[in-house]
């Protein structure tokens, strides 16, 4: 039963609702693909073998008692360790955490167990969430399966490799300035960012509280939307939660007809910067989209150009906030406690042994952009393109149903080839961190091969606040038209892992 | 504001001091440098927006969220301190606080 792997969540569901496969098949053929190729990939880093055989066997036994099952019951999934799950290690990538086991489950994690969602393990990501290439991991980068020598995006490298490298056919992201859509577009995989709030941030270990949001990670539209549908929905635990009627995202991803849909193709994003083989694919699926009915029409936000800049000051701002609780004092490795230091100093000989690079660098750059005399040159101006940003958006909207742009502005790039140059680093995120500033939804899905290294290209589509059905609608219809045109889905080209 | 700041070994090690990181003395410039380069980059924030936009300081417009006063389920002492590095008498055990003369 070795082709289970090679199955969408939608159709492994569905073979075990009506009995053709059992969950704990579908899960045990996971995990040995994870044994056959994880150590080369690294996507986790850890796998919970008992815990996911325990909960397909759950899964089986419901089946076998006749209690009905969720639409994603059985399905395996890859959690980013960004996501507490009680008892399970959860590091975020730093040495910080390291052996720390949370007590209790995040929201999200505490749904997807409801769901009967089978959660084989904790995925790779940079320390913290601060990264595009997961090369800032403490526990040493996750590989593109298209390229093993290439990055698999960041933060949630370890998310979009195990989708691509078919370990998983679902897995968890969460998006700070792109950590969800990079990744899916650097692996040919689908990663969706949802509106700000409308997947609760509970157990979701913080970067930036303004800008975080999880989201579903899949191989396919569908897939995405189902997981979508069950993570999202109002939480009491996070003040920031939407308190509204999740739309209907499944049925959104059964659009094929774009008749009557304006698109706007975002001017900004897009010209000099953007490679060549990008540039190329991007606009043929654009062409793709009018052959459905849509309506191109090219679109101006003119502050986008200023995005980067502000988020390099708010992200900084409010993570050095944030991290600020860990200090080895509550959870976590404590360093240099000696029996005559101060509680000062070991929390600087703690926070110098647990944060990597980046990490370092991030704080100390928030704690200047926040200190007296520079607050209001960097933080409060910031915030301010904060403010010009959301009104771009409002007024593109007003004009069109979405907004499309290429989602990286190159296909992946070599590890350790941008490792020291954090500002090259910073650059793949120019096309997403927008959506992250406005708290809008942003959707990556695959729209071919870059034709001068074969590597894949993504295309994002964002849509106004709480409007995040469109994303699927022509997210679905775009992919249904592609997967046409190709004859085969993009990942049977992938020959990293042959 | 549009010119690049300068960034010295001993600002970060300042701010490092601010943020509690022991950043090792030869490391210190090696952040500065970076630190100066990146500022460089972000300084444009101050010549867009004018006194009249402004600040957003989050996506949604938030009010504050209320429920009533009741006891809800919660961690138990045992699960709140089963990660801590250092643990007695059912609290966290932490380095001495304050100095000997204090």
Known sequence: ?498 | MSETPKISADDVAHLAKLARIDIPVDRLGYYAEQLEVILGSVAKVSEVAGDDVPATSHPQPLTNVFRDDVVQPSLTAEQALSGAPSVEDERFRVPRILDEEA
């Open chain 1, 1 to 498: 039963m070795n082709d289970l792997i090679h199955k969408d969540a939608s159709e492994l569901a569905t073979l075990v609702r009506d009995g053709q496969a059992s969950a704990v098949e579908v899960a045990q053929a996971h995990l040995d693909r994870i044994t056959e190729v994880d150590e080369r990939v690294h996507a986790f880093l850890h796998v919970d073998t008992a815990g996911a055989l325990a909960a397909a066997a759950a899964v089986d036994a419901k089946r076998a008692a006749g209690e009905p099952l969720g639409p994603l019951a059985g399905v395996p999934l890859g959690l980013k360790d960004v996501m507490c799950m009680q008892g399970i290690p959860t590091t975020c990538g730093s040495k910080m955490l390291e052996g720390w086991r949370p007590p209790y489950d995040a929201t999200v994690t505490a749904r997807l167990k409801a769901a009967g969602i089978v959660i084989l393990g904790k995925t790779n990501m940079d320390e913290f969430a601060m990264g595009s290439s997961t090369e800032h991991s403490a526990y040493g980068p996750t590989r593109n399966p298209w390229d093993l020598e290439r990055i698999p995006g960041g933060s949630g490298g370890g998310s979009s490799a195990v989708l691509a490298a078919f370990e998983a056919p679902l897995s968890i992201g969460t998006d700070t300035g792109g950590s969800i859509r990079q990744p899916a577009a650097v692996t040919a995989t689908v990663g969706v960012k949802p509106t700000y709030g409308a997947v609760s941030r509970y157990g979701l270990i913080a970067l930036a509280s303004s800008l975080d949001q999880a989201g579903p990670c899949a191989r396919t539209v569908l897939d995405a939307a189902l997981l979508h549908q069950v993570i999202a929905g109002y939480d009491p635990h996070d003040s920031t939660s939407l308190n509204e009627p999740v739309a209907d995202m499944v049925a959104a991803a059964g659009t094929r007809d774009l008749t009557g849909m304006k698109i706007g193709v975002v001017k900004e994003l897009g010209g000099a910067g953007y490679q060549a083989g990008v540039r190329q694919r991007f606009t043929e699926a654009l062409e793709v989209l009018a052959g459905l009915g849509a309506e191109i029409v090219e679109v101006s936000c003119p502050h986008f150009d200023y995005a980067l800049a502000a988020y390099y000051l708010i992200l900084p701002s409010e993570c050095s906030s944030n991290l600020a609780k860990f200090d080895g004092m509550r959870y976590g490795v404590r360093a240099g406690d000696d029996g005559e230091s101060s509680v000062e100093q070991v929390m600087a000989r703690t926070r110098a042994a647990g944060f990597g690079e980046e990490v370092t660098r991030r704080i100390i750059l928030g704690t200047y952009a926040l200190s007296a005399g520079y607050y209001d040159a960097y933080y409060g101006s910031a915030q301010k393109i904060r403010t010009l940003i959301q009104r771009d958006f409002d007024q593109a909207f007003q004009q069109v149903d979405v907004l499309v742009s290429p989602t990286a502005p190159t296909t992946a790039f070599k590890l350790g080839e941008k490792l020291d140059d954090p500002l090259a680093m910073y650059l793949n995120d120019i096309a997403t961190i927008p959506a992250n500033l406005a708290g809008t939804p942003g959707m990556s899905l695959p729209v071919g091969l870059a034709p001068e290294d074969n590597l894949p290209v993504g295309l994002q589509i964002m849509a106004p606040a709480r409007k995040d059905e469109r994303m699927y609608a022509v997210g679905g219809a775009l992919e249904a038209a592609l997967l046409q045109q190709w004859g085969a889905p993009i990942l049977s080209h992938s020959k990293g892992l042959q």
